[in-house]
């Protein structure tokens, strides 16, 4: 099979394990179903923008260059979310598309992918995000009003557990065990003051995620389609938005978002 199209963010599906399709325009397959097979990818040297727009040069997210410093979706709150204003009227490049997308319930979350991690999402957003980062177990730990309150919990709390994950660790390992109840009610009092009353106090549950991989890789290396235009491989797992080769090559899909690819099956 044959498909061109431009790579969008796996979608997924939170079965046992998660189902994940794969989007190309007007193409889409479900990727669980050729584990154990071979997949090539060439990358045909243009990428389509958020907008549109096919460039040949992309910034941070893939956006092309008007987008990167105009549009609100690139703008530097989106990564750090305790700088947004939305709430208090404030616009940084586009207040209406800021309100909507600020003024929403967000979940502060405690996963474990690589290790222990705090982390935040809109609350229509989970499990999903928490797929997207490969987390095998994941606890709610605050729902607020607005984003910019779950990012003020999240630089509070980034002081005793990492807000990041390691991509290598997620990929070559299974998560580590931890008790995430106990780090729940641990990290409750350093909540800052004015957020304690959004602490979830009955929700507990520990949800659990599984991960379609036949086998975890000893050592990983990642693909990246401007410095190697093309590769093949026996496709031997998922887990995040990375596909996972044989021989521990894998491929991170959401961070080639745009990118106009040929993928033989």
Same mark, same amino acid.
């Given at each position: 099979? &044959? ?11 939170n ?10 325009? *007007?193409?889409?397959?479900? /990727?669980?179903?050729?584990?154990? #097979?071979?997949?090539? @990818?060439? $990358? ?9 727009? /096919? ?13 990167? $410093? ?16 939305? &709430? /208090? ?17 967000? @979940?502060? $979350? ?28 994941? @606890?709610?730990?605050?729902?607020v ?12 709390? #980034?002081?005793? +557990? ?7 660790k997620?990929?070559? *390992? ?5 008790? /995430? ?14 957020? #304690? ?6 929700? %507990? ?14 050592k990983?290396?990642?693909? %990246?389609l401007? #410095? ?5 491989? +026996? ?12 021989g521990?090559?894998?491929? %991170? ?6 990118? @106009? ?5």
């Amino acid at each position: 099979m &044959h498909f061109t199209g431009d790579l969008k963010k796996m979608t997924t599906e939170n079965t046992n394990p998660v189902r994940y399709i794969l989007d190309l325009e *007007n193409d889409f397959f479900e /990727l669980n179903k050729i584990i154990g #097979k071979k997949i090539s @990818i060439k $990358y045909q040297h243009k990428v389509k923008c958020f907008c549109g727009k /096919l460039v040949d040069k992309v910034y941070r997210q893939n956006f092309c260059y008007d987008c990167y $410093y105009k549009l609100p979706q690139a703008s530097e709150s989106i990564m750090k979310p305790e700088l947004c204003k939305a &709430h /208090l009227g404030i616009e940084v490049r586009d207040l209406e598309w800021e309100k909507e997308f600020e003024l929403k319930p967000h @979940i502060v $979350y405690l996963a474990v992918s690589s290790g222990l991690k705090v982390g935040i999402t809109r609350k229509t957003q989970i499990p999903t995000r928490w797929i997207d980062q490969g987390a095998e177990y994941a @606890i709610e730990f605050a729902e607020v009003p607005n984003r910019y309150l779950s990012g003020a919990i999240e630089v509070a709390l #980034k002081q005793y +557990v990492s807000d990041k994950t390691s991509w290598q660790k997620m990929l070559k *390992n299974p998560s580590p065990e931890v008790d /995430l109840l106990e780090w729940k009610n641990k990290l409750k009092e350093f909540m800052p003051e004015e957020t #304690k009353q959004y602490f979830l106090t009955e929700r %507990n549950e520990v949800h659990t995620i599984k991960f379609p991989i036949e086998k975890y890789p000893e050592k990983v290396k990642s693909v %990246n389609l401007t #410095k190697q235009d093309s590769f093949e491989g +026996v496709l031997k797992g998922i887990k995040g938005q990375y596909l996972i080769f044989e021989g521990g090559m894998v491929f %991170n899909v959401r961070s080639h978002e745009g990118y @106009i690819v040929d993928i033989e099956l």
